[in-house]
């Protein structure tokens, strides 16, 4: 069974880059089978997609953040990660890592999350 | 980006009530629709997805509806493990977009 866990810096300035890692276990992050997403939370508010990598390369990002992320694949190390540019307090959430076997769009399984802070 | 709008945004039951959630689409999209479940502090649950179909190991209490624009979850009979927040999220076109949730407490 695959699992997903995220990790990452808990609190981070305005104006800096956000890096966050999922580590994959139970898989692959090669397999062709899944597309991995990464989705946040802002504390008390609904989810958003940010956008999903495949190993082969192909990526599709939220046109709403596109400007600002960055995601890949280490396949030696069997993670996936996301950079986000130029954070503000808006981009104060939880990060959650997620995917579904063959579709990029629904989610079964999802990494317990990462808090993540935007504060000087 | 494809809006989804549900109602209520929160609700009062007890156990054993027959709760049932709505959710439009700003758009049609066929049956592309995912709900999931959400407690506090933890991801959430995957329950039903393309509108009908029950994830495994979900409780058969859950059922889902609709096609189209207009969508519902419904829960039969209210169980305590029930109260939580439920989200529904259309899978028809990128982006995927999340429902602003519905928040089920206990009255």
């Known amino acids: 069974q695959v699992q997903l866990q995220e990790s990452g810096p808990g609190l981070v300035k305005p104006s800096e880059t956000l890096s966050l890692t999922c580590t994959v276990s139970g898989g692959s992050v090669n397999s062709d089978s899944y597309y991995w997403s990464w989705i946040r939370q802002p504390p008390g508010m609904q989810l958003e997609w940010i956008g999903y990598?495949?190993?082969?390369?192909?990526?599709n990002y939220n046109p709403s953040l596109k400007s600002r992320v960055t995601m890949s694949v280490d396949t030696s190390k069997n993670q996936f990660s996301l950079k986000l540019l130029s954070l503000t307090t808006a981009d104060t959430a939880t990060y959650y890592c997620?995917?579904?076997?063959?579709?990029?769009?629904?989610?079964?399984?999802w990494g317990r999350g990462t808090l993540v802070t935007v504060s000087s | 980006d494809i809006q989804m709008t549900q109602s209520p945004s929160s609700l009062s039951a007890s156990v054993g009530d027959r709760v049932t959630i709505a959710c439009r689409a700003s758009?049609?999209?066929?049956?592309?629709l995912h709900w999931y479940q959400q407690t506090p502090g933890k991801a959430p649950k995957l329950l039903i997805y393309v509108a009908t179909t029950l994830q495994s190991g979900v409780p058969s209490r859950f059922s889902g509806g609709g096609s189209g624009t207009d969508f519902t979850l419904t829960i039969s009979s209210l169980q305590p493990e029930d109260f939580a927040t439920y989200y529904c999220q259309q899978g028809y076109s990128g982006p995927p977009t999340f429902g602003q949730g519905t928040k089920v407490e206990i009255k």
């Open positions: 758009q049609g999209i066929d049956s592309y």
């Open positions: 997620a995917t579904k076997i063959d579709t990029p769009w629904s989610f079964d399984l």
């Open positions: 990598i495949h190993h082969s390369g192909s990526i």
